[in-house]
């Protein structure tokens, strides 16, 4: 029998980060549901082309996305990671209360992120079913589907 995974622990309030590809998704944790091993979060920032930002060391305004007004977020615990200090130092004058003007509040790009992300994590397990033998498969009827979409706060 394999170990379970370990899980990140959280606290209220840490900065965390969740990557697909070149984005980049920054959260503040809310609480941490550790019985069904789910963040609540709430969005910050979203980052398109990390890695333009990282070599360069400066942020271009347009790359960024501001969540703070978006709708918190339910989602696995092993998505994120915690957000390292060095990489939040560029985007921390976005991330500061009074410096709204600066960005403008977009949402859609959220949903689009989330939508990849799940598509993304949840390829991983019919990947790994496909290579299993035929006796040892699961039958798709008796599976679990009240985990199928991320949770949102959103309407």
Known sequence: MSSPTPVPEFQSNQ???????DRR???EVIDV?????LIWARPLL???GWDAIE????????????LREAAHLLLPLHLFRPAVDMELLPLFPYLVADVEAK???????????IDQVWRHQMAKPLDREANK???SAID???????FDRPVSSEG
């Open 55 to 66: 070599h360069s060391g400066q942020v271009n305004p347009a790359q960024l996305e501001d």
């Open 140 to 146: 798709a009827d008796s599976s679990d589907a009240s």
């Open 103 to 113: 960005l403008e509040p977009k949402g859609a790009q959220l949903r689009q992120f």
């Open 25 to 27: 998704l920054y959260a």
């Open 46 to 48: 979203l980052v398109n």
């Open 15 to 21: 900065m965390i980060c969740l990557e697909e590809g």
């Open 133 to 135: 033998a035929p006796d």
């Open 33 to 37: 549901i550790t019985q069904r091993e």
